[in-house]
């Protein structure tokens, strides 16, 4: 009996993933790149950005995350002005 092909099917042959799987994952791939909700939900045909929301919303980045990139910023900034001084 052949293995299965990449993992993508099972041991009788049959698709482990159906069209959700691969529209899920694209959606979380487009999420993680920095597509905006608003652009998700007309690329995956959402009616309201609720429902994109309602599906998706825990995979965008939460307020903690903007605070920590804001820290990294201005640890940059701070590190950069040190240099400059230094010079």
């Excluded at 099972?10 to 652009?39: C, M, V």
């Excluded at 994109?52 to 910023?73: C, Q, R, V, W």
């Excluded at 940059?76 to 240099?83: L, M, P, S, V, Y």
Aim: proline share 5%; glycine share 8%; net charge negative.
């Amino acid at each position: 009996m052949p293995k299965p092909a990449l993992g993508l099917v099972d041991a009788q042959g049959r698709p482990k993933y159906g069209l959700h799987s691969f529209r899920h994952f694209f959606a979380s791939w487009a999420i993680e790149r920095g597509f905006t909700a608003k652009r998700l939900q007309a690329l995956l045909g959402h009616s309201s950005i609720q429902m994109t929301f309602d599906i998706y919303g825990h995979l965008f980045p939460s307020l903690e995350d903007d605070h920590a990139k804001f820290a990294a910023g201005e640890l940059e900034i701070t590190a950069a002005r040190a240099t400059e001084d230094a010079a």
